[in-house]
T-cell receptor
Framework: SQQGEEDPQALSIQEGENATMNCSYK?????LQWYRQNSGRGLVHLILIRSNEREKHSGRLRVTLDTSKKSSSLLITASRAADTASYFCATDLSGYSTLTFGKGTMLLVSP | DVKVTQSSRYLVKRTGEKVFLECVQD?????MFWYRQDPGLGLRLIYFSYDVKMKEKGDIPEGYSVSREKKERFSLILESASTNQTSMYLC?????????????FGPGTRLTVT
């Protein structure tokens, strides 16, 4: 079964707005990662947050992790049309780099 | 710049054919992975490898095998392709060992089995 589940499945916003995606998982993790996939392409790593971290930033991205609730969120601020993609969370249970991916959130940013 | 390449972007094969999907990485990574991606199911791990000549089953290995004769190359083999193996196949690699390592993905191969 899927370890991570993203919510919502799809999100449609206007350029300049913020986009928030959530990920819930079931078991203890070593780290949680977020990836982006443009239509029909491979995945690109965005950010990794360790189990002992609560928040991490990278440019317009902000990721939070709440291990007590087994959940994470990805915030994209001031979104652009180029942010249109699918976003996946992935959990690393053991630290040996085998990841379990969720089904993804499709983000559409309209100009 | 990190590079993972896959031999084909699009592939059409007939039922029963033997299919080889090749993946090459230039980052000297020990770990390599094969996933398939289907609508509504996300990414599912087929096989992975921690070292040359070493392989481990993932979540859905049935109908597939793999080969890793050289560190930089990881091949996925469909011994007798079936229509339910029509999918997007993604290869990835990462550094070894206990730690926090992201995976680097290739562009994917969209395989259609008719």
């Amino acid at each position: 079964s899927q370890q991570g589940e993203e919510d919502p499945q799809a999100l449609s916003i206007q350029e300049g707005e913020n986009a928030t995606m959530n990920c819930s998982y079931k078991t203890s993790i070593n780290n949680l990662q977020w990836y982006r996939q443009n239509s029909g392409r491979g995945l690109v790593h965005l950010i990794l947050i360790r189990s002992n971290e609560r928040e991490k930033h990278s440019g317009r991205l902000r990721v939070t992790l709440d291990t007590s609730k087994k959940s994470s969120s990805l915030l994209i601020t001031a979104s652009r049309a180029a942010d249109t993609a699918s976003y996946f969370c992935a959990t690393d249970l053991s630290g040996y780099s085998t990841l379990t991916f969720g089904k993804g959130t499709m983000l559409l940013v309209s100009p | 710049d990190v590079k993972v390449t896959q031999s084909s972007r699009y592939l059409v094969k007939r039922t029963g054919e033997k299919v080889f999907l090749e993946c090459v990485q230039d980052m000297d990574h020990e770990n390599m992975f094969w996933y398939r991606q289907d609508p509504g199911l996300g990414l599912r791990l087929i096989y992975f490898s921690y070292d040359v000549k070493m392989k481990e089953k993932g979540d859905i290995p049935e109908g597939y095998s793999v080969s890793r004769e050289k560190k930089e190359r990881f091949s996925l083999i469909l011994e007798s392709a079936s229509t339910n193996q029509t999918s997007m196949y993604l290869c990835a690699s990462s550094s070894e060992g206990l730690g926090n390592h992201e995976q680097y993905f290739g562009p994917g191969t969209r395989l259609t089995v008719t």
